[in-house]
């Protein structure tokens, strides 16, 4: 009796532990709310009732994630939504920047980046969606996408690489960046007053 | 350009916290090369951070687990305001209900096997009564539905390590394609991937048959073994060092003669070894962690002095 309880604890704290992510994962695929949490809950039902002796294992963490990923799609299936579909012309938005309208009254960076996100190209957006939310290592997502982990680290780096130019282009950081320029400036002004003062 | 996405490849790598001591000392350097290097990093530091938040969506984690709670225990509480001979009728059903749960309950019932298969790695799994398995790659374990009431009882295919919590009332048992193995409360190593099979005791006592028990059951103690070869059972002594270093991931050496060192890199790394000679009196003192096979060779050749490099699938070692 008193191992069930030590069961149930260990599942109570697995599903705290990852709930907000694996239906932030789920919503990646559903863009809805309510049906990523119908998602996520089916699951943890589906493991309580199927996998309960594996209830703490490591492995279960990095599974949870592919389960998400495997049910939002037959999901989306059912839905004669074709998810494979939008993922075939990725390679005609590959380089391209990631431009917003430029209607936003002040938005949060928050709000913009998770905005940016959106808009990097599918499989980029995926890759680097699951690495965010997961915190799993380049091997663990390779394997859950079935990917190589070079495919990973490129995409890693593309969505990188856009989301900085994105948040250059629309000085989302511009308060942080001024304040770094501000101080490199105060320091050069110092250096070149302690030279003119004390060298000559 | 080269230059700027290998460094930030290597930044990418430090954020996820993969990095190799080498790149974060080239970070390092990088950053402080320039100031403009320091404001990108910070800038890259910052999406990182950012984006993994901005990512969530908002739920409510409590209401959800109660919910999910309420599905698995099997009550859902709803209040539901009965009539007189609405209640009668619901007397009548949860009296239909306890026969049918009766009939259910006396029916003699068919042990189903749930399995576990360890396909691209190890696996660790925890039973409900405390008990710990490794179960090494490519094992298959089954365990009995009703495991832990009135039976514990598994079956094994390949090789797992026991780490079994005892219990007099309802002992422990492992059963293999040709053995049987009774724990009496301890650590032991079941190997069960061939005509040959081999169990190991690490701590405290096993009983051993096998599984036909054509044989009276022998009692292992801490580092001995029973090796079944087609139902004929010997018993010897081992050494346990490094028999569960796939699980530790931990090789120890103490002193260890090389051809015994060679024995466990073999059964670890998976790879072949060919010593030149009597070289296998070599003693070797160390330990490796989880250690790639490349930094293993680098290490015994630096304490050998012996010439020892991969040809293929094989580790040659030589003068």
Known sequence: MEEATEI?????????QHYQQLCSYAFTFLKDAESSEDVVQELFIKIWEKQKLEIGATQLKYYLFTAVRNNCITRLQKNKKNYFEELKDEDATDEMKIFLEKNEEAAQPKELIAKAMELLPPKCREVFLLSRLSGHTYMQIAESLGISVKTV?????????????FAKENNIYAAMLSFIFFEKNLSQAIGVFINNTFLN | MGENIHIQEIMLRYLNGEQTPEESRQLEQWITDNPSNAEEFDLIKKIWADTSSAALIPVDTHLAWQHVKAK?????????KMFPWKRAMAIAASLLLVIS????????KEIEWRETFAQKANLEIKLEDGTKISLRKGGKLSIPENFGKEIRQ???EGEAFFDVVHNAQNPFSVITANSLIKDIGTLFLVQS???????TVMEGEVSYTTKRETQPAILLKAGESAVNVKEKVQRKNVDTSNLISWSTRILTFNNTALTIVAKDLKN??????????NLGIHKITAIFNNEPLEQVIKELGLLTGLAIKMQGNKLLISE
């Open chain 2, 268 to 277: 670890y790394y998976n790879i072949e070894i060919e010593i030149a000679g």
């Open chain 2, 193 to 199: 991937t061939g005509i040959i099979e081999q169990v």
């Open chain 2, 101 to 108: 749960v009766a009939y259910f309950l006396l029916k003699p």
């Open chain 1, 153 to 165: 680290e490129n995409q890693m780096g593309k969505a990188i690489r856009l989301m900085k130019a």
């Open chain 1, 8 to 16: 149930e604890k260990n599942f109570e704290t697995l599903f705290k």
């Open chain 2, 72 to 80: 698995i225990m099997g009550r859902e509480t709803k209040v539901v």
């Open chain 2, 154 to 156: 598994v079956k094994l």
